[in-house]
């Protein structure tokens, strides 16, 4: 255990430059240029910076929606709910029927099935959300399509109290 550490200032008296090499290097901001938007300019010269020249502006600046209206459903196709119908039955989100398969997008963690692709197979489908032709699709070639309510939809209709 050391008694007395000799502190760096002090190892370091007589050494001129304490480390830092050359004494240019050891100066504040300003041999870095200067802090913030130092450096803009000069009177006139400052809205004629490379940053107004792009048409943006210094901070923050537009509105930013609240989180709770942004609705990004996580979607699927129909062609990957058929192309994966065996991984559904084993992970046992999908039931294998007589002559119909039922899924449970909830179950998969989608919330809207979109139409890409022609459906082969008789799908009985639950799902948050359908696209219109996804379900004309599904319909088409004898299947089912089954929307459920959101909880958040059924939350707000609640009535107020009354005064």
């Not at 006139?44 to 020249?53: A, F, L």
Request: aromatic share 4%.
């Amino acid at each position: 255990m050391t008694t007395n550490k000799k502190s760096k200032c002090n190892k370091l008296r007589g050494s001129r430059t304490h480390g830092w090499g050359s004494p240019k290097k050891h100066r504040g901001a300003g041999s870095r240029g200067g802090v913030g938007n130092a450096g803009a300019g000069k009177k006139g010269q400052q809205n004629m910076t490379t940053i107004h020249k792009k048409g943006t502006r210094i901070g923050n600046y537009g509105f930013k929606r609240p989180p709770t209206t942004i609705n990004n459903p996580k979607t699927i196709n129909l062609d990957d709910l058929e192309k994966h119908i065996s991984l559904y039955i084993a992970k046992g989100c999908a039931k294998q029927t007589k002559d119909t398969t039922e899924i449970n997008a909830a179950k998969l963690g989608y919330d809207k099935i979109l139409a890409r692709g022609k459906p082969s197979l008789k799908l009985k489908i639950t799902a948050k959300e359908f696209s219109k032709s996804a379900e004309e699709k599904i319909k088409k070639a004898g299947g089912e399509t089954i929307t459920t309510t959101r909880q958040k939809e059924t939350q707000d209709k609640k009535e107020p109290p009354k005064k």
